[in-house]
Every structure is written in structure tokens, then in C-alpha cells.
């Protein structure tokens, strides 16, 4: 496909295959024939051309009559004048993005087959190229093709008079090689007026009215952000209720789902966040180069029935059956040179289908999830592929089947978007959906393209960690995503994020609420510098002593001294571990009794490297419940200490709230990086 495009832009200046430019000084043009083709070469003055509106090339209606159809002779040849803005920004270079879009403008009018179109274009104006025809596939590499491989003409506007004519016939379209800044007048001969609906412009009535009394043969729906070319009789056999509802639903589609979610406006504070302000198009072909559907500039799609419900069915755009034709623009809004890695090819375009899905459940619960009849199968099969544990070598990228298709490949993206809530990392962090937002600035702002898909999967990992503030490796890990050391260690002092993500199902939203154990140090080295009190005798020994919290046994506490002395708040308990450690945080067991009974409700940490100089960690102090499990008390970030001490300062700071202050603590684990 790039190399086809690369052609594509090579001749986009001057390209002659079924048409000829003419410019109004009659002169002949050697190699051109009087039928607008080829004529390999006959001698210059030997050729003549006509420019005689009344003369119609018929040599390919036979062909024109199959696909995209003829134009009655009944249908008024007309001359219109339009003053046309052809003012947009050029902002490809900023955007990354595999296929943006490209200035070529509407004109509203429609060149009927065989017949010449005259094209007036002011003196001063040299950047303007002219395209007769919607369908710019060239099909010449496949064998029988339904319609002939080329059918499309584009060629280069002089200042003054501009003969074209295309034997197939098409929409006609100005495409300016630069931003033109003021409208430029462009006068237009024998031509065929299409009844396009317009958003803003046409009324449902008129539009209704136009296309039922015009013999077009293809029209346009337009919007701001997005055109469709489309049959004329499909319009008729299967009415519009409310075009204008339609594509005021698809305009602001494109604008929520694409620009914004990507982090793009119309008027920017940073031009790499500008918008493209000019119209993805879609049209059906009666074969498209590559499949049933293909991404590009435009979309082109096949010519039925199914593809035209698509565009045009408001209430299955509203619950997420529009998943054709947003897979498609998805394909074009990938970032393959930053972070969507070669497997992600037909995966990562998925994602935009999910996020229209979550806009439009806000009004309807039934848009969720996007409807694809693969999806939920092979959603299912990854999630058990993450969940495996049996497996020695996991490749994400690899032949497994329960991850080796697109459906199953975007699981882990949906999976982080949709499970993340707002403030879950840290005080203040957006939630999911808004990291494709970030991950989409990032890339445009990023210094160079990613070499590698080790190089892109290690920056989504980073972006992903800076974003939350937690460290996902265990998540990579478990879907089988390699990341380089080099990337691991430049996120080691973020805490590790133990929240089984990884197990949630996005299309039936359950599962992913669990955590897993982290890695933690051994205490074999262990030992109680201080402590507040402790009660030797009275529970039992070694209930009672400040040792029970490092013991490795949850059936073990401390509690504060009671008998012959009173232990009162503040409560505090200093561990030594030996040596220097790294730490991301701490996982804490209350004592093992029912409901809040000498239980700690908030606790404060510290840490030192010389017992003498404390830092109170950044959480504290920390909330815990009263549940006998473990919870977690993450950093925000790595911590290096020997030691550290855990305190409940005040009766307020314990459940029970008794004079003294009584509370227990039954075990402390310590959270390796």
C-alpha cells in the first residue's frame, strides 16, 4: 500500500490516464488524441484537438454504463461560478499519523462521461490541479477487474481557460498544492450540478426533492469532517429519514472520537495539536483494490448495501455499528512510527470503535461494547492467554492462537482504558480513556521515531507508567510484551502497580478488581531497633511482642504494653532491615479479629538511612480498613532506607478509640521495586 501511494504522490502534479487538460489557446498537444487518450506519439502538427462542448467521447460508455453509471442526456449541462476556499492548514508533519487527510475540495458539481468540461481559473493562480472522479484505486494489477483499472483524471489547472474530459464521468474536485489564503473565483462549463447534501447548507426537503428530480448517478453526503460518495439510487431505495441529523452525528463523531481523543483542536496553543479542519472521505467502489474495505485517502469501501447502511443508519451509529467504517479512519489515524508495533496493525485501529462506543453509553448503556460479532470470543481467549501461568515463554507478538488476531491483540489497550478510573494512580490523574489523549501528545512530540517494535513497545510502556505513576511491568509481563532493561530501569522507582488488570473483560466489564501479590524482601535479616512498648507477657507470647510484625506469621501480633505498665499513643515500632533497600512500599496485616477490635484505622510511615533523620512517606497517613487481608501501602515513588518506622499517633488514628489507645499490628512486608 505505501509503495502504491508513493506512485500516487510521485504523479498527483500532472497525471493523464482516461482524460487531457486542454489550455484555451487551442493549440495541439503532441502525444494527445482527439478523444482525450493517448496516442503513443504521433507527430505534433499532425494532430488536432476539439474543444467543441458538442462533441461527447462515447468510446467508454460501455464501461461507464456498468460503474459509476451515466448521466441522462434530460440532466441540465450547465455553467456555474464558485468562489471557493481553498484556505486549510497543512499540519501531516505535526499529526504522525499514517494517513491524514488531504485538501481536496467539493465543488458540488458532477462531469457527466465522455464530455468535455471547460475550468476558468483567475491569471494569477498557478498551484491548482483539478480531479474528476471519486474513485482513485488503480485496480490495474488485478486480473478481470469489474471496472477498468484507472478511472479517474487529474491534471494540473493553468490561469485561463482548462479543457478536461473523463470518459467514466465523476464528481469534480479543485485540489490546491498550497493554502490558498483569499477564495479564488473558478468558473465551470458543461457540467452536471449533484444533488449533495450539505450539512448547514441543504434542508432535508430540498435535499430529498433534488436527488429524486437529478439522474447523477453518485452523490455526496458532507459534512465539515467527513464526506461520503455514495449511489443516488441507494438514496432513493433506502431514504434518509434526517441527513441532517445523520451528519450532524458523523461531524461530531470525527470530532469527539478522532481529533479530540487525540488531543487535537481547532485553535491550538501548540501547532503540533492542531486539527486537519479538512474531511475524511469514504467512497464505495464497485471493487476496491484491496478487500471487502480498505483505509487511505480516501476509504473505499465496496459498493453495497451493507456499507451504505453504515453511513447512513443514525440509530447504529449511536450503539456502535459503525464499526467499518471507524476501523478504517482508525487504520489512518495509527501511529505505526511511534508506538503501534507491527502485530498492532489491524489491532490498535480498533480503538476508536471502543471510544465511540463509551461517548454514546453516556445517552444509551446498549452502545457498549462496539458491535463486532469476533469480538467478544476473542477477548475472552487472550484474557486466558494473560492469565496463564503455565506458560515459560509468553510472545504477545508470537502464534498463539488465543492472541495471534486482531480482536484479541487490542484486549490489553481496552483493557487500560476502560479499567482505569480517574485519580486510581496518584491524586489528580485523568483516567484511562484520557491516556490515549497523552499517549497522542507524546508522540508528536517526541524527538524521534521509534526504530524498532522493541523501541515502540518500550515507549508505550514508559508513557503508560509516567502517566499513573505505577510501574506496569507485571501487566507487560503477564500479556507477554517484551520491555527492555533499559526501560525497566528508568522506571524502578515507580510503585509497582498489583492490580490484576490484566483479568478484566472489557465487553462484560467484570473481573480485573483483584491484586496480586508483589515481590517482597526476605527478613531473614530483620530485627526491631525501638518501639513504643510492647506487651511481653499478657497475650501469649510472641503475641504481644514488637517481633510478631516481622515473623512472617499473620496469626501473630504486637499489642501495646497493658499489664504493669500502659503503653499510650503515640505507638511506634522501628525495623531494621540490615541494609539499604529499595522500597516501593509496604503490604500490612491487621490483627486477625472480627470487625474493628484493636485494629489500627491510620497509619503513618517513615523511613531513615541513620534511624536519626526521618521522611514521612507521601501517602501517610495511610487509611486502612478493618478487612484481615493484606493491603497495600504504595509509595509514590522508590524509596532507599535501612529502616522503617511505623506509628499511630493518636487515639483517633485506632478504631476502638479507648483511653490508651490500644491497637495491634499482626504483620509488615516491605514491596521491592
Same mark, same amino acid.
Given at each position: 500500500?505505501?509503495?502504491?501511494?508513493?506512485?500516487?504522490?510521485?504523479?498527483?502534479?500532472?497525471?493523464?490516464?482516461?482524460g487531457?487538460?486542454?489550455?484555451?489557446?487551442?493549440k495541439?498537444?503532441p502525444?494527445?488524441?482527439?478523444?482525450?487518450?493517448?496516442?503513443?506519439?504521433?507527430?505534433?502538427?499532425?494532430?488536432?484537438?476539439?474543444?467543441?462542448?458538442a462533441?461527447?467521447?462515447?468510446?467508454?460508455?460501455?464501461?461507464?454504463?456498468v460503474?459509476?453509471?451515466?448521466?441522462?442526456?434530460?440532466?441540465?449541462?450547465?455553467?456555474?461560478?464558485?468562489?471557493?476556499?481553498?484556505?486549510?492548514?497543512?499540519v501531516?508533519?505535526?499529526?504522525?499519523?499514517?494517513r491524514?487527510?488531504?485538501p481536496?475540495f467539493?465543488?458540488?458539481?458532477?462531469?457527466?462521461?465522455?464530455?468535455?468540461?471547460?475550468?476558468?481559473?483567475?491569471?494569477?493562480?498557478?498551484?491548482?490541479?483539478?480531479?474528476?472522479g471519486?474513485?482513485?484505486?488503480d485496480l490495474?494489477?488485478?486480473?478481470?477487474?469489474?471496472r477498468?483499472?484507472?478511472?479517474?483524471?487529474?491534471?494540473?489547472?493553468?490561469?485561463?481557460?482548462?479543457?478536461?474530459?473523463?470518459?467514466?464521468g465523476?464528481?469534480?474536485y479543485i485540489i490546491?498544492?498550497?493554502?490558498?489564503?483569499?477564495?479564488v473565483?473558478?468558473?465551470?462549463?458543461?457540467?452536471?450540478k449533484?444533488?449533495?447534501?450539505?450539512?448547514?447548507?441543504?434542508s432535508?426537503?430540498?435535499?430529498?426533492?433534488?436527488?429524486?428530480?437529478?439522474?447523477v448517478?453518485?452523490?455526496?453526503?458532507?459534512?465539515?469532517?467527513?464526506?461520503?460518495?455514495?449511489?443516488?439510487?441507494?438514496?432513493?431505495?433506502?431514504?434518509?429519514?434526517?441527513?441532517?441529523?445523520?451528519?450532524?452525528?458523523?461531524?461530531?463523531?470525527?470530532?469527539e472520537?478522532f481529533?479530540?481523543w487525540?488531543?487535537?483542536?481547532?485553535n491550538?496553543?501548540?501547532?503540533?495539536?492542531?486539527?486537519p479542519?479538512?474531511?475524511?472521505?469514504?467512497?464505495?467502489?464497485?471493487?476496491?483494490?484491496?478487500?471487502?474495505?480498505h483505509?487511505?485517502?480516501?476509504?473505499?469501501?465496496?459498493?453495497d448495501?451493507?456499507?451504505?447502511?453504515?453511513?447512513?443508519?443514525?440509530?447504529?451509529?449511536?450503539?456502535?455499528?459503525?464499526?467499518?467504517?471507524?476501523?478504517?479512519?482508525?487504520?489512518?489515524?495509527?501511529?505505526?512510527?511511534?508506538?503501534?508495533?507491527?502485530?498492532?496493525?489491524?489491532a490498535?485501529?480498533?480503538?476508536?470503535?471502543?471510544?465511540?462506543?463509551?461517548?454514546?453509553?453516556?445517552?444509551?448503556?446498549l452502545?457498549?461494547?462496539?458491535?463486532?460479532?469476533?469480538?467478544?470470543?476473542?477477548?475472552?481467549?487472550?484474557i486466558?492467554?494473560?492469565?496463564?501461568?503455565?506458560?515459560?515463554?509468553?510472545?504477545?507478538?508470537?502464534?498463539?492462537?488465543?492472541?495471534?488476531?486482531?480482536?484479541?491483540?487490542?484486549?490489553?489497550?481496552?483493557?487500560?482504558?476502560?479499567?482505569i478510573?480517574?485519580?486510581?494512580?496518584?491524586?489528580?490523574?485523568?483516567?484511562?480513556?484520557a491516556?490515549?489523549?497523552?499517549?497522542?501528545?507524546?508522540?508528536?512530540?517526541?524527538?524521534?521515531?521509534?526504530?524498532?517494535?522493541q523501541?515502540?513497545?518500550?515507549?508505550?510502556?514508559?508513557?503508560l507508567c509516567?502517566? *499513573?505513576?505505577?510501574?506496569?511491568?507485571? @501487566? +507487560?509481563?503477564?500479556?507477554?510484551? &517484551?520491555? /527492555? %532493561?533499559? =526501560?525497566?530501569g528508568?522506571?524502578?522507582?515507580?510503585?509497582?502497580?498489583?492490580?490484576?488488570?490484566?483479568?478484566?473483560?472489557?465487553? *462484560?466489564?467484570?473481573?480485573?478488581?483483584? @491484586? +496480586?501479590?508483589?515481590d517482597f524482601? &526476605?527478613? /531473614? %535479616?530483620? =530485627?526491631?531497633?525501638?518501639?513504643?512498648?510492647?506487651?511481653?507477657n499478657?497475650?501469649?507470647?510472641?503475641?504481644g511482642?514488637?517481633?510478631?510484625?516481622?515473623?512472617?506469621?499473620?496469626?501473630?501480633?504486637?499489642?501495646?504494653?497493658?499489664?504493669?505498665?500502659?503503653?499510650?499513643?503515640?505507638?511506634?515500632?522501628?525495623?531494621d532491615?540490615?541494609?539499604r533497600?529499595?522500597?516501593?512500599?509496604?503490604?500490612f496485616?491487621?490483627?486477625?479479629?472480627?470487625?474493628?477490635?484493636?485494629?489500627?484505622?491510620?497509619?503513618?510511615?517513615?523511613?531513615?538511612?541513620?534511624a536519626?533523620?526521618?521522611?514521612?512517606a507521601?501517602?501517610?497517613p495511610?487509611?486502612?480498613?478493618t478487612?484481615?487481608?493484606?493491603?497495600?501501602?504504595?509509595?509514590s515513588?522508590?524509596?532507599?532506607?535501612?529502616?522503617?518506622?511505623?506509628?499511630?499517633?493518636?487515639?483517633?488514628?485506632?478504631?476502638d478509640?479507648?483511653?490508651?489507645?490500644?491497637?495491634?499490628?499482626?504483620?509488615?512486608?516491605?514491596?521491592?521495586?
Open positions: 500500500m505505501m509503495q502504491r501511494m508513493k506512485i500516487f504522490k510521485k504523479y498527483m502534479l500532472f497525471l493523464v490516464l482516461p487531457i487538460l486542454m489550455i484555451s489557446c487551442r495541439s498537444s502525444g494527445i488524441s482527439e478523444d482525450g487518450t493517448q496516442n503513443k506519439g504521433a507527430d505534433g502538427p499532425s494532430i488536432t484537438i476539439d474543444t467543441s462542448i462533441t461527447i467521447d462515447a468510446s467508454k460508455f460501455d464501461k461507464a454504463r460503474f459509476p453509471g451515466l448521466v441522462c442526456k434530460e440532466e441540465p449541462r450547465v455553467e456555474v461560478s464558485l468562489n471557493m476556499d481553498l484556505k486549510y492548514e497543512y501531516a508533519e505535526f499529526l504522525r499519523t499514517s491524514p487527510p488531504v481536496q467539493s465543488t458540488g458539481l458532477y462531469a457527466a462521461p465522455g464530455e468535455l468540461v471547460i475550468i476558468d481559473i483567475p491569471s494569477t493562480e498557478y498551484s491548482l490541479s483539478v480531479q474528476v471519486a474513485w482513485t484505486d490495474s494489477f488485478i486480473a478481470n477487474s469489474l477498468d483499472p484507472v478511472i479517474i483524471t487529474r491534471n494540473q489547472l493553468a490561469p485561463g481557460r482548462n479543457y478536461v474530459r473523463n470518459l467514466y465523476g464528481p469534480i490546491p498544492a498550497r493554502p490558498v489564503e483569499q477564495p473565483p473558478i468558473k465551470f462549463s458543461n457540467v452536471v449533484s444533488p449533495d447534501f450539505v450539512l448547514g447548507v441543504t432535508n426537503e430540498d435535499w430529498k426533492a433534488a436527488i429524486a428530480g437529478s439522474c448517478p453518485f452523490i455526496e453526503l458532507r459534512s465539515k469532517n467527513i464526506v461520503f460518495v455514495v449511489p443516488r439510487e441507494y438514496c432513493l431505495q433506502y431514504p434518509i429519514a434526517d441527513p441532517n441529523a445523520l451528519m450532524s452525528a458523523w461531524d461530531n463523531a470525527i470530532l472520537d481529533y479530540k487525540q488531543g487535537l483542536e481547532e491550538p496553543v501548540d501547532e503540533r495539536d492542531q486539527a479542519l479538512l474531511p475524511w472521505r469514504v467512497v464505495q467502489d464497485i471493487q476496491p483494490a484491496r478487500g471487502y474495505a483505509s487511505g485517502y480516501p476509504v473505499v469501501t465496496y459498493n448495501k451493507g456499507w451504505f447502511d453504515e453511513f447512513t443508519n443514525l440509530d447504529a451509529l449511536k450503539k456502535g455499528g459503525a464499526w467499518g467504517v471507524y476501523h478504517q479512519l482508525g487504520h489512518n489515524n495509527q501511529q505505526p512510527l511511534y508506538w503501534s508495533w507491527n502485530s498492532l496493525a489491524e490498535t485501529g480498533f480503538l476508536f470503535a471502543f471510544k465511540a462506543a463509551h461517548r454514546n453509553e453516556v445517552n444509551d448503556p452502545a457498549w461494547p462496539p458491535k463486532n460479532d469476533k469480538l467478544a470470543a476473542s477477548m475472552e481467549r487472550a486466558a492467554f494473560a492469565k496463564d501461568s503455565t506458560i515459560s515463554v509468553k510472545l504477545f507478538n508470537g502464534s498463539d492462537e488465543r492472541v495471534n488476531d486482531p480482536f484479541a491483540r487490542v484486549t490489553p489497550f481496552v483493557q487500560i482504558i476502560d479499567k478510573p480517574a485519580n486510581w494512580g496518584f491524586p489528580g490523574q485523568k483516567d484511562g480513556w491516556f490515549i489523549t497523552e499517549l497522542y501528545k507524546k508522540s508528536r512530540r517526541a524527538n524521534r521515531i521509534s526504530l524498532s517494535d523501541d515502540k513497545q518500550d515507549f508505550f510502556y514508559e508513557t509516567n502517566y *499513573t505513576k505505577q510501574n506496569w511491568k507485571i @501487566f +507487560f509481563q503477564r500479556w507477554g510484551i &517484551a520491555i /527492555s %532493561n533499559i =526501560s525497566l528508568k522506571m524502578e522507582d515507580l510503585p509497582l502497580m498489583t492490580q490484576k488488570i490484566w483479568e478484566y473483560n472489557p465487553i *462484560t466489564r467484570t473481573g480485573g478488581d483483584d @491484586f +496480586f501479590d508483589p524482601y &526476605a527478613k /531473614s %535479616n530483620w =530485627s526491631i531497633l525501638a518501639f513504643s512498648s510492647q506487651e511481653p499478657g497475650e501469649g507470647p510472641p503475641n511482642l514488637a517481633s510478631a510484625i516481622i515473623d512472617g506469621n499473620i496469626n501473630t501480633f504486637w499489642h501495646p504494653q497493658w499489664q504493669a505498665a500502659i503503653g499510650t499513643v503515640p505507638h511506634w515500632i522501628t525495623i532491615f540490615g541494609s533497600l529499595k522500597i516501593n512500599g509496604i503490604q496485616v491487621q490483627r486477625q479479629t472480627s470487625g474493628g477490635f484493636r485494629k489500627v484505622k491510620n497509619l503513618t510511615l517513615e523511613t531513615s538511612i541513620d536519626v533523620n526521618w521522611t514521612t507521601s501517602g501517610s495511610y487509611a486502612l480498613t478487612d484481615n487481608t493484606p493491603q497495600t501501602l504504595a509509595f515513588s522508590t524509596v532507599t532506607a535501612r529502616y522503617l518506622r511505623l506509628s499511630v499517633p493518636t487515639i483517633q488514628d485506632t478504631y478509640q479507648t483511653a490508651e489507645g490500644f491497637c495491634s499490628m499482626a504483620e509488615v512486608d516491605v514491596i521491592k521495586p
